[in-house]
T-cell receptor, first 113, second 117 residues
């Protein structure tokens, strides 16, 4: 039972444009959501998070949107840069991120020059 | 920022060998660390929660006798894959959180690629 789903295994975006990565979840108990970025042979690096009491959180070029009624969140990267090319994982937690994280399958983002 | 170090980064060994993987929090104390496993093109799956000074908590379907976890200090947790077989080949990643900073997320090590021949 995949509680967190990233339905797009890959995404290709032109440099300078907006990258939008999507994530859906099924567990209504999730109250904290995170996005991680992962390069090959490295562990995931934390990017941005959002609590269920918010619907938007912004940090520089990265913005995460949460739609609780649709159980959907998205990560917007603008403008996209070649260094953003990586695999992006969304993760969810039912305890404000303190303990168990449930991850999506990841989306491989490629930024084309 | 918080740093989690994992060692070794890659292990290749024969079937039947036991392999130990270390996870260290370098600049903070971690009463709890987490061990994940990732199969190719799949998501990270939580295997167990490592608790300093007490027994680890294993997720459903994870054999505790197969994957031994020891969390002897506030900065070190080890995962030992006992009598490893080819089906145990995977990417193992640990994470830890600085509990003194409530706003901090889990930080991950760089993972260990385990290949059992």
């Amino acid at each position: 039972d995949q509680q967190v789903k990233q339905n797009s295994p890959s995404l290709s975006v032109q440099e300078g444009r907006i990258s939008i990565l999507n994530c859906d979840y099924t567990n209504s108990m999730f109250d904290y959501f995170l996005w991680y970025k992962k390069y090959p042979a490295e562990g995931p690096t934390f990017l941005i998070s959002i609590s269920s009491i918010k619907d938007k959180n912004e940090d520089g070029r990265f913005t995460v949107f949460l739609n609780k009624s649709a159980k959907h969140l998205s990560l917007h990267i603008v403008p996209s840069q070649p260094g953003d090319s990586a695999v992006y994982f969304c993760a969810a937690s039912a305890d404000q991120g303190a303990q168990k994280l449930v991850f999506g399958q990841g989306t491989r983002l490629t930024i084309n020059p | 920022g918080a740093v989690v170090s994992q060692h070794p980064s890659r292990v290749i060994c024969k079937s039947g060998t036991s392999v130990k993987i270390e996870c260290r929090s370098l600049d903070f104390q971690a009463t709890t660390m987490f061990w994940y496993r990732q199969f190719p093109k799949q998501s990270l799956m939580l295997m167990a929660t490592s608790n300093e000074g007490s027994k680890a908590t294993y997720e459903q379907g994870v054999e505790k006798d197969k994957f031994l976890i020891n969390h002897a200090s506030l900065t070190l947790s080890t995962l030992t894959v006992t009598s490893a077989h080819p089906e145990d080949s995977s990417f193992y990643i640990c994470s830890a959180r600085d509990w003194t900073r409530g706003d901090q997320p889990q930080h991950f090590g760089d993972g260990t690629r385990l290949s059992i021949l």
